[in-house]
């Protein structure tokens, strides 16, 4: 029976069981729907009722039917598969012999090498080996045979799978070897490479530790180094860390970079081996930040140093020019003309330094009651008078003017006891022109001279408040001191400005507004300065304003040290 035959059979089974179900299903309907009607009812005396046993009859003869049906339905279609089951292999089976037919080219029954290796082409683009058909041989042709038989093609097939899966294992191990000889390849690449960027971050490394080597013990050696051997450390410390950073920073490029292009199958093993340099790099930044804040401050404590030091050459020189016109009784202007060997109104450092060749040595200290004798001090040298002229320059002209320099040379005192200013040096004869208050600063024009009624030292002074002039008595005949060198050192007692200009508007020009805005600096409380031009009265804010240098890093400029409101910015030390 054909498959198509089949079908049909079933298919008309199939149409036939629904329609006898669906009348069965019509039937029982019928009869629970009307049962109750066809039944007679039942007369007395009567043992049996007929039409209840007919109904009852009907029920099962119709669930029997229903049976039947479903079973010769149910039968119907495993004949139907099983058919359809062997109508497919037929076809199948005719197929691979149609394969065979059509490879058998010489129609003997049985497929030589030759037509073997036809079918393997055409089939399966599949290029038979001379060794793989040796072993199909081996396996499916009986010795004395030609080739394979007919009944034997299905095998024919499988052994030619495997001899195709055989090749693909082949091909399939080559790639595989090939991938992993070039992974071998890749990784020996990035090996050398990740080399490379260890010895970067090792040789990072020693610079890290040398900076740290250099700087760690800085601090303590301020105190027994001069200012400029202490900035050249600093200098040193920073340049270590500029060329430390430097290094860090191509160490961590270097790094990154490991990471480019990179084979995914060698990702895993790069990102291991970056995080591994990382960690070792991960406190570069911090302990070269540390070292480079160590150079910073101390820096700092080298300019306050150079400027302490700049301070004491300073004052040391102006010092031997105040000795020098005290012994030769000359007046300021005097001194200036004494220096000035050129006459040309200004001080340049050529006749600074001829005058130091020749000024008056300053007596030697003597030591006080109990004390050692204080060790001389040694001589200025050419490089510290150089420093003390370029200090006293305030205005970098290469030169100091002659105000400049007088107002250097004035003598201040303050008053550290409270005393009297009179008309004259004899104390009996004068009278008393006002009295000195504690702090008071006086400037010495003349003496000290010795009051000879009394015995004590008397100078004529001007106070700098009121320039009221007259004489003081510097000391009482029983050790009671009244005047003390000093009052040209001011201190900071409220925040200010130190500017360029006198005028707080930078004197009326543009450019001279922005040049004072970008030249002002802070004053902050506790800071100390050094007078270099008293304070006079700024006519437009009403503010007394005092040229000054800061002591702390020697810049000089002018601050306000009495608001117009009162308001007290500076007192002397």
Not at 131 to 149: N, R, W, Y
Not at 456 to 468: E, S, T
Not at 510 to 525: E, G, M, S, Y
Request: proline fraction near 1%.
């Amino acid at each position: 029976m054909e498959l198509d035959e089949v079908t049909a059979t079933a298919k008309a089974v199939d149409e036939a069981g629904q329609e006898a179900k669906t009348k069965m299903k019509a039937c029982t309907d019928f009869i629970l729907s009307k049962g109750q009607e066809m039944k007679s009812p039942d007369l007395p005396g009567a043992t049996q009722n007929a039409s209840k046993e007919t109904l009852q009859k009907l029920l099962q003869r119709i669930n029997e039917c229903t049976r039947g049906t479903e079973a010769t339905m149910a039968t119907s279609r495993e004949s139907r598969e099983r058919n359809i089951r062997k109508g497919e292999a037929r076809k199948k089976k005719a197929a691979i012999e149609a394969t065979f037919d059509k490879y058998d080219g010489d129609k003997d029954g049985v497929l030589s090498k030759i037509e073997i290796k036809k079918y393997a082409k055409g089939e399966f683009e599949f290029p038979i080996s001379n060794t793989a058909m040796e072993d199909i041989f081996k396996v499916l042709v009986d010795e004395g045979e030609k080739g394979v038989k007919k009944d034997q093609f299905q095998r024919l097939k499988y052994a030619i799978g495997i001899a195709r899966e055989k090749v693909k294992d082949a091909e399939r191990k080559a790639a595989r070897e090939a991938r992993e000889k070039e992974l071998a390849r890749l990784k020996s690449e990035l090996e050398e490479q990740i080399k490379d960027a260890d010895n970067s971050v090792g040789a990072a490394k020693e610079l890290v530790d040398k900076t740290e080597e250099m700087a760690n013990p800085i601090a303590s050696k301020g105190k027994a180094m001069a200012s400029a051997e202490m900035i050249k450390l600093a200098d040193e410390v920073a340049e270590a860390v500029k060329e430390a950073k430097e290094k860090s920073g191509e160490a961590k490029k270097e790094v990154a970079e490991l990471s480019e292009g990179v084979d995914k199958d060698l990702k895993g093993y790069v990102l291991f081996e970056i995080r591994k340099l990382e960690e070792k790099m991960s406190k570069f930044d911090a302990r070269l930040t540390r070292a480079s804040n160590l150079a910073t401050r101390f820096r700092d404590e080298a300019k306050i140093k150079e400027s302490d030091e700049l301070y004491a050459l300073e004052k040391r020189a102006i010092d031997m020019i105040k000795n020098h016109k005290k012994v030769n009784k000359l007046s300021n202007e005097e001194m200036f003309a004494d220096i000035d060997t050129g006459k040309d109104g200004k001080i340049d450092e050529s006749e600074f330094l001829a005058f130091f060749k020749r000024c008056e040595k300053l007596p030697q200290k003597e030591a006080k009651e109990g004390e050692a004798e204080p060790a001389e001090e040694p001589e200025l040298t050419e490089a510290d008078l150089s420093k003390a002229f370029k200090s006293l320059d305030d205005d970098d002209e290469d030169s100091i003017a002659k105000d400049r320099f007088v107002n250097v040379i004035r003598v201040f005192m303050k008053v550290i006891k409270d005393t009297v200013i009179t008309s004259g040096i004899s104390i009996k004869e004068s009278k008393t022109l006002r009295r000195l208050d504690l702090g008071e600063v006086v400037e010495i024009l003349e003496g000290p001279v010795k009051e000879d009624t009394v015995e004590v030292l008397r100078v004529k002074a001007k106070v700098m408040k009121d320039d009221v002039e007259g004489w003081i008595t510097m000391a009482g005949n029983q050790g009671t001191v009244f005047l003390e060198d000093g009052g040209h050192l001011f201190k900071v007692v409220k925040d200010t400005i130190l500017t360029e200009s006198f005028e707080l508007d930078g004197g009326g020009s543009k450019d001279a507004t922005r040049k004072l805005k970008d030249n002002t600096r802070k004053l902050k409380v506790g800071e100390i300065v050094e007078v270099r031009e008293w304070a006079r009265k700024e006519e437009k804010s009403g503010l007394m304003r005092m040229k000054c240098k800061a002591k702390s890093d020697g810049m000089t400029g002018w601050v306000t040290t009495l608001g117009n409101q009162g308001t007290v910015y500076m007192e002397v030390v």
